[in-house]
């Protein structure tokens, strides 16, 4: 299994653009989440999604962020506009279908707003 | 989300030294997972607990799932070079439905 990819991995915008974030989760996952680094804050959960349907979008920062799921198989994570704060590692994660079960992540997007 | 405390913020050791690491909450999890995360790459699963008490080895790492579900720990036996990263603990609940709470995470540097 190629495990979660996600693309770009690093990507550079300037203040005002719309980034646009790509995920494809593993096949046969049920849920699928979004996730933000930072050295303050650590790992936050954005949004998780569970059989394409968004199930808790309370750490979503602000109406600026929006994330979509058209498929079992791809989600987006867009930001517009973009802001210097927004600068972090977005890493999307999915796990298998109930509770109890392990998020597997892929390797992030490393996103800097100048 | 929820609040997890994990310690020591970082460690600094010598190669073959042992390592231990825990995390605490003030909430009950039903599981617990322990993540190493390496520069430039996402957070990968070492291990997962789903029982209070159960103890878990994989390969020279064992995790405990603390009785009282509030906490977990990780020892690191025999370290090596490559245990270089940064360890996550990871909680979940039916607060949280599937989705995990974090650990600040836990710098491990290794010294050959």
């Known amino acids: 299994d190629a495990g979660v990819i996600q693309s770009p991995r690093h990507e550079v915008t300037e203040m005002g653009q719309e980034v646009t974030l790509r995920c494809k989760p593993i096949?046969?996952?049920?849920?699928l989440f979004w996730y933000r680094q930072t050295m303050m804050r650590g790992l936050e959960l954005l949004i998780y999604f569970n059989n394409n349907v968004p199930i808790d979008d309370s750490g979503m920062p602000e109406d600026r962020f929006s994330a979509k799921m058209p498929n079992a198989s791809f989600s987006t994570l867009k930001i517009q506009p973009s802001e210097p704060r927004d600068s972090a590692v977005y890493f999307c994660a999915s796990s298998p279908r109930g509770e109890n079960t392990e998020a597997f992540f892929g390797q992030g997007t490393r996103l800097t707003v100048v | 989300g929820q609040q997890l405390n994990q310690s020591p913020q970082s460690m600094f050791i010598q190669e073959g030294e042992d390592v231990s690491m825990n995390c605490t909450s003030s909430?009950?999890?039903?599981?617990w997972l322990w993540y190493k995360q390496e520069p430039g790459e996402g957070p990968v699963l070492l291990i997962a607990?789903?029982?209070?008490?159960e103890l878990t080895s994989n390969g020279r790492l064992t995790a405990q799932f603390g009785i009282t579900r509030k906490d977990s720990f990780l020892n690191i036996s025999a370290s090596i070079p490559s245990d270089v990263g940064i360890y996550f603990c990871?909680?979940?609940?039916?607060?949280?439905?599937?989705?995990?709470?974090f650990g600040k995470g836990t710098s491990l540097l290794v010294t050959p």
């Open positions: 607990l789903y029982k209070a008490g």
């Open positions: 990871a909680g979940q609940n039916s607060n949280s439905g599937y989705a995990l709470n």
């Open positions: 096949s046969g996952h049920n849920s």
């Open positions: 909430s009950i999890f039903n599981t």
